[in-house]
């Protein structure tokens, strides 16, 4: 299983920014798919999930300007993240879960800056 996400840039303050992300290599559907993400000197940490049965959790520095959204049964989660804050910078991981397997998928990472 290999995931592979899209959409992190530079943004100012304040804007907007949709994250992508796609697993390939299985068609067995996901438990859980979701993002992490982890900032220069910090560890990583959980941004958001959701079930296969749609029930989303998200850390509580993103609740309310964070949207996680997506279809398990075809393997892609998107993160629409609003009203972006300077603490949001970091590289965002996506992660699957399957019940094939304990093991945690992960995608490469992409980059998210959020200027000042």
């Known amino acids: 299983v290999q995931l592979q996400a899209s959409g992190g840039g530079l943004v100012q303050a304040g804007g907007s920014l949709r994250l992508s992300c796609v697993a390939s290599?299985?068609?067995?559907?996901?438990?859980?798919m979701g993002w992490y993400r982890q900032a220069p000197g910090k560890p990583r940490e959980l941004v958001a999930s959701?079930?296969?049965?749609?029930?989303?959790e998200y850390t509580d520095s993103v609740r309310g300007r964070f949207t996680i959204s997506g279809d398990t049964n075809e393997r892609t989660v998107d993160l629409q993240m609003n009203t972006l804050q300077f603490e949001d910078t970091g590289v965002y991981y996506c992660?699957?879960?399957?019940?094939?397997?304990?093991?945690?998928?992960w995608g490469p990472g992409t980059q998210v800056t959020v200027s000042s």
């Open positions: 959701r079930t296969s049965g749609g029930t989303a």
């Open positions: 290599g299985s068609t067995v559907i996901a438990k859980v």
């Open positions: 992660y699957a879960k399957f019940a094939f397997s304990s093991k945690d998928y």
